[in-house]
């Protein structure tokens, strides 16, 4: 049962985000850049860790290190008004940095738990398109599809409810919140599941573009901090389905009138 925020009661929380998180998102863009440039971004792309990886256990360990660099620097900073609330709420309690590291553990758990989902369904996909040639010559089909998936769930009731409970923090702390590291592992839990719901799709283009792809990264991470944080939020969803639906079609019509029959 709930405990109650106590600095959401009857006042308004003022508490900036806490330094060390700001660094860690900043952290892990730099580390994102300096791998594309280095090139060491190519080394952990799923596409090669599944085809000329070190096995699949030990891929998907690497996988899922880049990938919570990508959740860092993408889906931290659309979650940054509960990261506030949350951080106001629990100063003065005792172990308030326990709590803020169980709340961002919890959150890169149900991140971590739904890259290891989307690694291994590309998995299965390698298998498939290496077990069928007309599949391999119409691997443009497998883009295209993502790019429709995602353009198509931004017209879902799911996507409008998700997106509900991540655009207002107050509410959902005070239903939620809990003192204590447990509570706040549970808080990050919950959250981590609204934000997968609302944006595990946008996710998968960016599964489907490349780990540490910069530009997709840049877009997705600017469109979803909009889409969950700012008042036109609700106006951007229908446009960017508008714009993924368009794009799917050129990739599939370009596919078909330049691939084989």
């Known amino acids: 049962m709930s405990s109650g925020p106590p600095q959401l009661a009857g006042r308004?929380?003022?508490?900036?985000?806490?330094?060390?998180?700001v660094v860690g998102i900043a952290a892990a863009w730099a580390a994102c850049a300096a791998a594309q440039a280095g090139g060491a971004?190519?080394?952990?792309?799923?596409?090669?860790?599944?085809?000329d990886g070190p096995g699949p256990l030990l891929g998907l360990g690497l996988f899922l290190l880049a990938w919570q660099l990508m959740v860092a620097a993408m889906m931290l900073p659309s979650s940054l008004p509960l990261v506030r609330l949350f951080g106001?709420?629990?100063?003065?309690?005792?172990?308030?940095?326990?709590?803020?590291?169980?709340?961002?553990?919890?959150y890169a758990l149900v991140w971590s738990a739904f890259g290891a989902l989307a690694f291994g369904f590309d998995v299965l996909v390698h298998a498939a398109v290496g077990s069928s040639p007309w599949l391999a010559a119409h691997d443009w089909l497998i883009g295209g599809s993502v790019l429709a998936l995602a353009g198509?769930?931004?017209?879902?009731?799911?996507?409008?409810?998700?997106?509900?409970?991540?655009?207002?923090p107050a509410q959902f702390m005070i239903r939620f919140?809990?003192?204590g590291p447990g509570g706040g592992f549970r808080l990050g839990v919950r959250h981590a599941a609204f934000c997968v719901g609302c944006c595990w799709a946008l996710m998968l283009v960016m599964f489907a573009a490349g780990v540490a792809s910069l530009i997709w990264m840049a877009a997705l991470t600017a469109l979803m901090v909009h889409e969950k944080t700012?008042?036109?939020g609700r106006t951007a969803v229908p446009v960017t389905g508008v714009a993924l639906l368009a794009l799917s079609s050129v990739v599939l019509l370009y596919g078909a009138a330049a691939g084989p029959v």
């Open 41 to 51: 971004a190519a080394l952990v792309h799923h596409d090669r860790l599944i085809e």
């Open 152 to 168: 198509a769930f931004q017209f879902t009731q799911l996507k409008d409810a998700c997106l509900e409970g991540c655009r207002h």
């Open 230 to 232: 700012r008042p036109t």
């Open 12 to 21: 308004r929380v003022s508490a900036g985000v806490p330094a060390p998180i």
């Open 177 to 179: 919140y809990e003192r």
């Open 88 to 106: 106001a709420a629990s100063r003065g309690a005792p172990r308030s940095g326990a709590a803020m590291a169980a709340f961002l553990g919890g």
